[in-house]
């Protein structure tokens, strides 16, 4: 999960190596500039889709987003 989730935001956010850098406790937000509200966005719907779940509106908050591994906590809570 972490890995599929890593690859999607180097993608999406264009990291290039910095990307291939990120682990569990890799700062998200506020740490890397290309991740902004729109991004933010973006991100949720490609995870939405590459998992056929959907997040509340409740699910979105700064500390879902605060690292990769918060991020990856959320996914697999809605998968589960």
Known sequence: ??????????DILRLGERGRAL???S????????LDSMA??????????HYDIEFDD??????SF????ALC???EQKIS
């Open 73 to 75: 906590e959320l996914v």
């Open 23 to 25: 682990n569990s406790d």
């Open 40 to 49: 933010v966005v973006t991100v949720i719907t490609v995870i939405e889709e």
């Open 58 to 63: 409740d699910d979105i908050t700064a500390d």
């Open 1 to 10: 999960m972490l890995d599929e989730i890593k690859v999607l935001l180097t």
């Open 66 to 69: 605060s690292t990769l591994g």
């Open 27 to 34: 700062a998200l937000l506020g740490s890397i500039p290309e």
